[in-house]
């Protein structure tokens, strides 16, 4: 099965509530919320506050997307909020295991996400503890940038690694993800696919999720 988790990067910010009930209408299967704090990630976004207002607005599971530095000082605060999923960088985790055993002692589902230019090697020690591997096909920071096109090797060689591990993690990927190349994505091992600009610079969310969602399963 396919998951499409729009972005609310992309969304109208003076009116997120409003825009997670519509997508949730619309199809959606999860709320990916990005996280940034301008260290990170040369751009700033919101926090556990404003995750916890929004939480009122849907019952779909909320995918936290950490680009923070020191993760494990906000964690519990996320999952007080109401993140479902929360997903760290390897890049921002000096004790990867022991922040992913932080995750789960709060009772959330534990992601690691990797950069354009960080190897698969490096969650290779860790891949019996996750719950999900997120593979960036942009450089993290913005909504609306162009899919790097070495990233499909790598998600294929990702879904081969997760195949052998026991627990399955899901397989996300996050970054440029269109009507035009999702068909290749989920066709090269992706289980969820986050969109950002795709959905929420489109008209028709319906219309578009229903769409996302046919070519997902095309492959
Ligand atoms: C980028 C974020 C993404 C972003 C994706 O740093 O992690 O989740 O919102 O946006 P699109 O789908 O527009 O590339
Ligand atoms: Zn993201």
């Given at each position: 099965m396919k998951l499409i988790a729009p972005s609310i990067l992309s969304a109208d910010g003076g009116r997120l509530a409003e825009e997670i009930a519509s997508v949730e209408k619309a199809g959606a299967d999860w709320i990916h919320v990005d996280v940034m704090?301008?260290?990170?990630?040369p751009n700033i976004t919101m926090g556990p506050a404003v995750i916890k207002a929004l939480r009122k607005a849907t019952r779909l599971p909320f995918d936290v997307h950490l680009m923070i530095q020191n993760p494990d000082d906000y964690i519990e605060a996320f999952a007080e909020a109401g993140a479902d999923w929360i997903t760290v960088h390897v890049e921002a985790a000096t004790h990867l295991h022991r922040t992913l055993g932080q995750i789960k002692k709060a009772g959330k589902k534990a992601g690691v996400s990797l950069n354009?230019?960080?190897?698969?090697?490096?969650?290779e020690e860790i891949l019996p503890d996750l719950d999900l591997l997120l593979i960036m096909?942009?450089?993290?920071?913005?909504?609306?940038q162009q899919f790097i096109q070495s990233s499909l090797a790598k998600i294929r060689r990702a879904a081969q690694m997760l195949a052998?591990?026991?627990?399955?993690p899901l397989l996300e990927v996050d970054g440029g993800v269109t009507l035009q190349n999702i068909a290749a994505i989920a066709g090269a091992g992706a289980d969820v696919l986050v969109a950002g600009a795709a959905v929420f610079q489109t008209p028709d969310y319906a219309q578009t999720i229903a769409a996302l969602k046919a070519e997902a399963h095309k492959t």
């Open positions: 704090d301008g260290h990170f990630v354009p230019s960080t190897p698969l090697s490096s969650v096909s942009v450089n993290p920071g913005f909504g609306g052998g591990v026991p627990t399955k």
